[in-house]
């Protein structure tokens, strides 16, 4: 009989081992990667269903609905931007029509012929032209070893020079330090004495006030920024080797390892509940934050602080003044894009059309192109404080390559933050970290390029 | 109806006529098993037996989803996996968090079934509250914690603060895992629910025969409750242990504030096994290296779960477990 053969032990026996054998199964079947929802469409001139995978919060409805009122052909299916599911629907074929990337991190896909070289269809374009666009758009190019030249594989929809500096006046006055200047940039070597400053902590050993905030961490942007502000390079010429060993990359490591060390900051060893530093600014807890134009329309939410934030330009040490941008968030076409005219029609949208100007118009960002620089805000004082500075700073950006094609941006954060998060704590020297740094991240291009 | 239909002596053989159809069921059966079992078979076989097999596929390969080149490694990803300091250091922090969070949990989890099993007023009300935490999403909680245990202005500095204590870095270090501990153990209510389960079918009549004899409620407890519930406590420890070793997402969400992002690195005191293996998997997309880290756990977890089952008969109480029905045979 069944039920005689059904105990209780075998049941609970039974049903243990199950529970086990899926959990395992699930998590084993999460490494496996299955195919994605395809995008639909694909007829003639870009009718049809558009997949787009981006963020909600960069593509809204209203962007959306102005597109499709513009072009009833065109249907938009978004989907939620994940870099798992992404990574699975270009592993089954079936990718997405429109993805969205960082332009300092594009040369990982186009190494690898996932991306659309955009050339062709930008010389076609009437709305996008090759002399318009801003210079953030020459870190999409690359010519198969080197990123900067070549071809296009994306358009970024806006950037910011992310090394500037935005400083609450207030919290200056209050700890009586003369607010620095908006027309001569500070040098690096001033940031940690100023920060400290700046910094209150009260009785009972709180910190009321953070001197100093942005990304207290490791990251290639900042290296690869402050090496080339030192006249210095990370990779070789075919970015098949990373140094860190350089005088300037150490002396960038050793900036941020005393930085952090300084408890002046948000950091490895002092976690930001909030997850990111933009909070504790509008907070009225952090005095300065090294965050890009971008960061100016966020401060509407706090009319207090906003109106005394003061914008100021990127340290530099002495030597070069650069200015990069650390991200250029963008658009990319995959290269088995199924509606690729119509991904095409909805970047013109996007880049140089409506969508564009909107969002220059309301300061999110350095706009795409050269034409709309001139929509950024500028109605209030403040404002046209943020405005002037920008433009004061524009001429000195420059293409700061961060990545090796060989390796994502995923892996260089995991291994660069690991190490940061170590070596703060256990006081390793800078000399020690880049030796690290050097080995491991050497030892992955070696693995990686060989599959490309 | 006659009486003679209605009052058939017990046992006596059933007519042919009535025989006939139940031995024709009887021969369809397993057919008709197996036709209802189906949909979870193939269910099972696609979603489970599939991905396992394509997952040990990779754990032989330098699979990472995009690369154009990629091939077949050999144990290559074992050898490296077993050489990785990374691998032992957070499978043994792992250990650790097993060993203190599945007795905590189920012990907890009894002493609060306990609790709620009294007959007091408003005790309806008190299993509402004590089950809240697990219905609260997991992403809330870690968000929660994090600030709850700030070092400038989580409560945790308050109620130090009002000590004399100085403020705490309870999210960095070895500490975060004390907090991590303490989120789980927050969601004790789903233990205490399957405890107080067992709780309430245990036969009065025993309790009552305890009793009479001169035991007190202690020794009640312990030598007539406690083995009556011990296969309910049994899956608690045994399921408890495994979803243990696979606990990822609290670790990232108390590194990330709510957003377990791709990125997301933990400090030292959060990098237990599951995180290594979210690292290699998502971080840095070496899925071949990370399906045989997933081989190697469930390798642990199976180890575990038959030793576990080989020493349960010494301290499990079955009523009428297997070896009692072949006695009686």
Redesign the interface.
């Known amino acids: 009989m069944y039920d005689r053969k059904l105990s209780r032990r075998r049941l609970l026996g039974g049903a243990a081992a199950l529970a086990g054998a899926a959990a395992s199964s699930s998590l084993l079947a999460a490494c496996s990667v299955g195919s994605g929802s395809g995008s639909g469409g694909g007829a003639r001139g870009g009718s049809g269903t558009l997949t787009i995978m981006m963020p909600p919060s960069e593509i809204t409805d209203e962007v959306i609905a102005d597109f499709e009122a513009a072009n009833p052909d065109i249907k938009i299916n978004l989907i939620q931007f994940d870099r798992t599911r992404l990574t699975a629907m270009l592993a089954a074929g079936e990718p997405p029509d429109i993805a969205r990337e960082n332009a300092t991190y594009s040369a990982f896909f186009a190494v690898r012929g996932l991306a659309e070289n955009l050339d062709p269809y930008i010389q076609n374009s009437s709305v996008i032209k090759e002399s318009d666009l801003a210079g953030i758009q020459d870190l999409w190019r690359f010519d198969g070893t080197r990123q900067g030249q070549g071809p296009r594989y994306g358009l970024t929809m806006d950037y910011s020079q992310d090394a500037m500096i935005w400083a609450n006046e207030s919290l200056f006055e209050q700890a009586n330090v003369p607010v620095p200047s908006d027309t001569t940039p500070l040098a690096f070597e001033e940031l940690p004495d100023l920060a400290r400053r700046l910094t209150k902590i009260t009785n009972d050993e709180k910190t009321e006030v953070f001197g100093y905030g942005g990304e207290v961490n490791l990251t290639m942007p900042q290296l690869a920024h402050m090496v080339a502000a030192q006249g210095g390079r990370l990779y070789n010429e075919d970015f098949t080797a990373v140094d860190f060993s350089s005088p300037e990359a150490l002396k960038a490591i050793q900036f941020w390892l005393d930085l952090a060390r300084a408890n002046v900051s948000y950091g490895p060893t002092r976690p930001n509940p909030a997850g990111w530093d933009g909070a504790a600014y509008q907070a009225g807890r952090l005095a300065m934050v090294s965050y890009g134009y971008w960061f100016g329309a966020g401060l509407a939410q706090v009319p207090e602080i906003q109106q005394r934030s003061k914008f100021l330009p990127a340290p530099t040490f002495a030597g070069k003044r650069v200015s990069p941008s650390y991200a250029g968030a963008g658009v990319w076409i995959p290269a088995k894009a199924k509606n690729k005219e119509g991904a095409w029609r909805f970047i013109e949208y996007f880049i140089g059309g409506e969508a564009a100007k909107k969002r220059a118009e309301a300061g999110r960002g350095l706009p795409p192109l050269k034409s709309l620089e001139s929509r950024l805000p500028q109605d209030t004082p403040y404002q046209k404080q943020w405005y002037d500075t920008q433009q004061r700073e524009l001429p000195y950006f420059d293409v700061v390559v961060v990545g090796t094609p060989y390796v994502s941006s995923a892996s260089l954060i995991s291994i660069l933050t690991t190490e940061f998060k170590s070596a703060v704590p256990n006081n390793t020297s800078a000399g020690k970290v880049a030796d690290s740094l050097n080995r491991q991240i050497n030892e992955l291009i070696a693995q990686e390029k060989d599959k490309v | 109806m006659t009486l003679a239909t209605a009052k058939r002596p017990a046992g006596a053989a059933a007519t042919p006529t009535a025989a006939a159809p139940q031995r024709r069921w009887r021969r369809h059966r397993p057919r008709t098993f197996y036709s209802f079992a189906a949909p979870w078979l193939i269910g099972f076989a696609l ?3 599939f ?2 097999a ?3 596929w ?1 754990s032989f390969t ?1 699979y ?7 091939g077949y490694v050999g144990v290559q990803n074992y050898e490296r996996a077993l050489a990785d300091p990374k691998t032992w250091s957070s499978l043994a922090r792992t250990l650790v968090f097993v060993f203190l969070l599945v007795p905590a949990t189920v012990g907890f989890g009894l002493f609060l079934a306990v609790l709620v099993n009294q007959r007091l007023p408003g005790r309806g009300a008190f299993r509402a509250i004590f089950f809240l935490p697990v219905v609260v999403p997991v992403v809330a909680a870690g968000f929660v914690f ?2 709850l ?6 409560a945790t ?1 308050a109620v130090l ?1 009002w000590f004399g204590l ?2 705490v ?1 309870w ?3 070895d500490k975060a895992l004390i907090v991590m501990l303490l989120m789980i153990l927050w969601r004790v209510g789903s233990s205490m629910v399957i405890s107080l389960a067992a709780l309430q079918g245990v036969p009065q009549e025993l309790l009552d025969a305890a009793a009479v004899d001169g035991a007190g409620s202690w020794r009640t407890f312990f030598r007539v409750t406690v083995p009556i519930m011990s ?2 406590l ?2 608690q420890v ?2 408890g242990a ?2 243990t070793l ?1 606990i990822y997402l609290p670790a990232l969400l108390l ?5 377990a992002r ?2 997301t ?1 933990p ?2 005191g959060l990098y237990i096994y ?1 995180v290594h ?1 979210y ?1 290699q ?5 070496d ?1 071949g290296y ?2 045989a880290l ?2 190697l ?2 390798a642990i ?2 180890i575990y ?1 038959a030793l576990v ?1 080989r020493f349960s008969r010494r301290f ?1 109480y ?5 070896s009692d ?1 072949e006695g009686r045979r």
Request: glycine residues 10%; aromatic residues 12%; hydrophobic residues 45%.
């Open positions: 979603l489970t037996l991905p396992l394509y997952a040990f990779l330098n990472d989803g995009l690369a154009p080149k990629w994090r600030m245990f700030d070092r400038d202005t989580g500095a603060g100085g403020p870095e999210l960095a270090d296969p309910v049994f899956f045994v399921n495994i979803d696979q590194s990330a504030a709510g957003q791709l990125d690195v400090g030292e599951m293996v690292t998997a998502f971080a840095k997309g899925l990370a399906s997933l081989w756990l469930t977890t199976l779960t089952f499990v079955y009523e009428a477990g297997p029905e």
